[in-house]
């Protein structure tokens, strides 16, 4: 094979979209020494001896455009490359070598995402982009249902490939880059995490509401810390000062991609009450490191989670409440989470995503 591949985010490595091709990238050199991939987008180097680099010139949003729309498809027309995967949401309109495009979610379709004229209109070329695309590939089967029924591509042309947890998130830590952490952020008591973003989907507020319902009915209620960006931007902070939660929440704000599986695995339990995940990371890091997860039923985190943590309706503040306390004080329980989340993250690995995306590429050259 010759696959070229949209590499836009490669080199934004903190995005969710430049993880998610780095680690596809990473599993194609080793799983597929033998075949050729042509990284089509702005300088960022191969990632392995079977891919170089089509470095294309692009600035900005109208740049970003242009790359999406001709630049990667006309240089994937002179490389002679088979398919062109577009690792996220922006598939071409026209393309004269088949594209396979990667939907990780429909968020940009929600009400509260779609944005000014210019954003919508972009989502309108992603949308019909997709419908046009050979193949959509996606993280879980409840964002191939969103695709298949709000985008009306055809079932058989969705694939689901589910993400992988990276090794670094694992039970066991150096105790001194453990205590360097806590000093850090000042973390002196028992807490309970919750790590992500802070817009609306991600039902942060509830968590405020449910953490103080059940502060008061723990005998030694721990502390809430929330790590997510631009706390300070929301009214999250307010909401706290409402609730007389200013002494027991914590916001830290952004932190280090280095410094997630340390906060994890020091937690006493991780919290995340999210409407809609195309996946769902955070929980699953977090089982992976061994914390005890209570986590939203909705949308794909059931398929994350199974029955490796606890799921509750996001939107009944009493039932996250009950089962933050359940998790907090029941020994066997929480002795249950600990070692069932490990063993149920294992069967998320970018290894696996890697040789479920080479299977795509072969089933579409193979028509």
């Given at each position: 094979?010759?696959?070229?591949?949209?590499?836009?985010?490669?080199?934004?490595?903190?995005?969710?979209?430049?993880?998610?091709?780095?680690?596809?990238?990473?599993?194609?050199?080793?799983?597929?020494?033998?075949?050729?991939?042509?990284?089509?987008?702005?300088?960022?180097?191969?990632?392995?001896?079977?891919?170089?680099?089509?470095?294309?010139?692009?600035?900005?949003?109208a740049g970003k455009v242009w790359l999406e729309q001709a630049g990667v498809p006309l240089?994937?027309?002179?490389?002679?490359?088979?398919?062109?995967?577009?690792?996220?949401?922006?598939?071409?309109?026209?393309?004269?070598?088949?594209?396979?495009?990667?939907?990780?979610?429909?968020?940009?379709?929600?009400?509260?995402?779609?944005?000014?004229?210019?954003?919508?209109?972009?989502?309108?070329?992603?949308?019909?982009?997709?419908?046009?695309?050979?193949?959509?590939?996606?993280?879980?089967?409840?964002?191939?249902?969103?695709?298949?029924?709000?985008?009306?591509?055809?079932?058989?042309?969705?694939?689901?490939?589910?993400?992988?947890?990276?090794?670094?998130?694992?039970?066991?830590?150096?105790?001194?880059?453990?205590?360097?952490?806590?000093?850090?952020?000042?973390?002196?008591?028992?807490?309970?995490?919750?790590?992500?973003?802070?817009?609306?989907?991600?039902?942060?507020?509830?968590?405020?509401?449910?953490?103080?319902?059940?502060?008061?009915?723990?005998?030694?209620?721990?502390?809430?810390?929330?790590?997510?960006?631009?706390?300070?931007?929301?009214d999250l902070p307010a909401l706290a000062q409402r609730l007389e939660l200013a002494a027991?929440?914590?916001?830290?704000?952004?932190?280090?991609?280095?410094?997630?599986?340390?906060?994890?695995?020091?937690?006493?339990?991780?919290?995340?009450?999210?409407?809609?995940?195309?996946?769902?990371?955070?929980?699953?890091?977090?089982?992976?490191?061994?914390?005890?997860?209570?986590?939203?039923?909705?949308?794909?985190?059931?398929?994350?989670?199974?029955?490796?943590?606890?799921?509750?309706?996001?939107?009944?503040?009493?039932?996250?409440?009950?089962?933050?306390?359940?998790?907090?004080?029941?020994?066997?329980?929480?002795?249950?989470?600990?070692?069932?989340?490990?063993?149920?993250?294992?069967?998320?690995?970018?290894?696996?995503?890697?040789?479920?995306?080479?299977?795509?590429?072969?089933?579409?050259?193979?028509?």
């Amino acid at each position: 094979m010759r696959v070229g591949v949209n590499t836009w985010f490669l080199a934004q490595p903190t995005t969710g979209s430049g993880q998610y091709v780095r680690h596809i990238l990473q599993a194609f050199a080793a799983q597929a020494p033998d075949e050729e991939f042509v990284l089509l987008g702005p300088a960022s180097g191969p990632l392995g001896p079977n891919q170089r680099a089509h470095v294309l010139g692009a600035r900005g949003d109208a740049g970003k455009v242009w790359l999406e729309q001709a630049g990667v498809p006309l240089a994937a027309w002179r490389e002679k490359v088979q398919l062109i995967h577009y690792p996220y949401f922006a598939a071409p309109l026209v393309s004269p070598v088949p594209v396979v495009v990667t939907v990780h979610d429909l968020i940009p379709l929600m009400p509260d995402y779609r944005g000014p004229a210019k954003v919508r209109a972009y989502t309108r070329l992603a949308v019909e982009g997709t419908r046009r695309a050979v193949m959509v590939l996606t993280d879980s089967d409840a964002s191939r249902r969103d695709i298949v029924e709000r985008l009306g591509v055809l079932p058989e042309r969705v694939r689901v490939v589910y993400l992988g947890v990276e090794a670094c998130y694992r039970p066991e830590h150096d105790p001194a880059l453990a205590a360097g952490v806590r000093r850090k952020y000042n973390l002196r008591r028992d807490f309970v995490l919750y790590l992500g973003g802070l817009d609306a989907r991600k039902n942060v507020p509830a968590l405020l509401r449910a953490f103080a319902r059940a502060r008061d009915q723990l005998c030694d209620p721990p502390e809430l810390v929330i790590a997510g960006p631009r706390p300070e931007a929301t009214d999250l902070p307010a909401l706290a000062q409402r609730l007389e939660l200013a002494a027991s929440v914590r916001f830290l704000g952004a932190v280090e991609e280095t410094e997630k599986p340390i906060l994890y695995g020091v937690a006493r339990l991780f919290v995340f009450p999210s409407f809609y995940e195309g996946f769902g990371l955070p929980p699953l890091e977090a089982m992976a490191c061994g914390t005890p997860v209570v986590c939203s039923n909705a949308s794909s985190l059931p398929e994350v989670i199974g029955d490796a943590g606890l799921l509750v309706d996001p939107a009944d503040e009493d039932a996250l409440a009950e089962a933050m306390c359940r998790a907090l004080e029941d020994r066997a329980l929480a002795a249950r989470l600990r070692s069932a989340g490990p063993a149920r993250a294992a069967q998320f690995t970018w290894e696996r995503t890697g040789r479920e995306t080479l299977a795509v590429y072969r089933e579409v050259l193979g028509r």
